[in-house]
Every structure is written in C-alpha cells, then in structure tokens.
C-alpha cells in the first residue's frame, strides 16, 4: 500500500470554508468529494481551531453522509471520534494536553513576567497578554511604530522552538503560539492510531497555523487552494505538492483530483 493515498486531513477556515454562503457549510462539490472518498478506501479527518462540537454540526448541516475518523479542534487540543451519531472527546488526550500546558507554564512563567514588566515600564505595547484563554498563548498590540522593539522581547523564546509565530510577518500586532500547540502532533497520533504513515497520508491547510502539518515527515502528499498564505505555499512546493489554481475547497478538490485520479 506503498503511496497510496489513505488517509486526508483537512483545515477548515480558508480551506474547506470560504468562498460560499453560508460560511458555516461545507460547498456541495466538497461534500460530495468527501463522500466519494469512501468509495476509493480513503478515510477523512478534520484538523482546526473549531470545536469537535461545532464541526459535527457543520458536518451535519452541509449534507456529508460519510463520517469522519476524527475530529480535532483548538489547534490539535482537542481530539474526538463520532459514535453512533455523537461526538466523543478523547478524554484521556485531552487531559494529557492541559498537563503539558500547566508544565510548559511553570517552566516559563518567569521569564515571561520579566518581559511582559519591561513591556509595560517602556510603554512598548498597547495591549498584552501572555497566557491567552489559559493556554500559553501570547498576543500583543505594540504602540506605534514600537513593533520592531517589541518583537525584539520575544526572540530568543522563538529561537529556542518553544514558541512559533501565527503569523511571520512581524508587524505591530503578534501572536505567539506555545509549540505544542500545533496541528502537527495530533496528525501524528491520529497516524499511530489508525497504523497509516506518511507515505498514505494527504493534509490540505491554508494558513501558517497548519504548517506543521505540511512536513514531509506526517505527510506525503500535500495541497493548499490559491488562497494560501505564502508560507503554506512555499513548504508545499518544496516537498513537490499542488499549488491550486482555485480558492478555498474548489482549490482543495482540484489538487487532489492532480494527485489521485
Ligand atoms: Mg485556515
């Protein structure tokens, strides 16, 4: 079963949504693309900052008959499965993710109070936060023209990889996300789960924010719509994936029917 695709993993905002009304429905050519999957022996998951809950929802509102293998929400925080109908949350995944944030928070805490002082004693920044939702998030608003500086704080914790940026571009507004917050690690325990590797793997994303999931490493086979930050657009040309033509999930459906007719 070498290069065969089995399993493909999807964002939602700007990929499979977009472009379409109402925004919280999945555009018929993509449910019906999905649907089709089955039929090839593919299986589908989710992977996006929606709640399990609320992706179900959807799922079931857009007409989908086929059902996801799994369901992962909060930027790979959360991990669930549906059974008979009914979304159910890996609790044991999801406990295992609070414990290593409160870790992860005890071993930065410090530092971070340090830099949020000096922040604030040089009037650098017009809004901070450094434990957003309780989930080590960091997102700030620098004064005018203070954007430069401010990043300047924050370097050596993205340097070390305990944080990564949402968005690379370093203007006056930033977030910064802890690093094991990413959609990379729940890809690969979905992988575990299922016994399917990269090679059988396609993922599809069109932000920064799914970037660890377009590692040759998790994924073989890899597709991003016309919409794609150019981020998201370099890593897929680098390990030989499909830049779409189309935006959103018309993007999504195109590149793949390039990769597996
Ligand atoms: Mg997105």
Not at 41 to 55: E, H, L
Not at 59 to 77: A, D, E, N
Request: net charge positive.
């Amino acid at each position: 079963m070498k290069n065969k695709i089995r399993l493909f993993v999807f964002d939602f905002d700007g990929t499979a949504l977009g472009g379409y009304f109402p925004y919280e429905e999945f555009p018929g050519p993509f449910v019906d693309f999905l649907d089709g999957l089955g039929k090839k022996g593919v299986k589908w998951a989710t992977n996006t900052t929606w709640s399990p809950d609320a992706q179900y929802g959807l799922i079931v509102r857009s007409g989908v008959r086929s059902r996801p293998v799994f369901l992962s929400g909060q930027t790979g925080r959360q991990l669930a499965t549906v059974k008979r109908g009914r979304v159910v949350h890996d609790e044991a995944y999801e406990r295992g993710v609070i414990v290593r944030e409160r870790i992860f928070w005890r071993k930065h805490w410090r530092e971070l109070r340090r830099i949020g002082m000096e922040l604030l004693r040089k009037g650098l920044v017009e809004r901070l936060e450094l434990n957003g939702v309780n989930q080590n998030i960091i997102s700030f608003k620098s004064r005018k023209g203070r954007g430069d500086k401010v990043w300047r704080y924050f370097e050596g914790l993205l340097r070390s990889g305990e944080y990564y940026e949402w968005d690379p571009s370093h203007g006056e507004e930033g977030i910064l996300l802890p690093r094991m917050m990413n959609k990379g690690g729940v890809l690969t325990e979905m992988q575990h789960r299922l016994g399917i590797g990269p090679e059988n793997t396609m993922v599809a994303g069109d932000g920064t924010n799914d970037l660890h999931m377009f590692d040759k490493r998790r994924a073989h086979w890899m597709v991003c719509p016309a919409n794609a930050n150019r981020y998201v657009k370099q890593a897929v040309r680098k390990n030989h994936g499909v830049v779409a033509k189309g935006k959103y999930s018309w993007g999504i459906v195109e590149g793949i029917m390039k990769l597996m007719p």
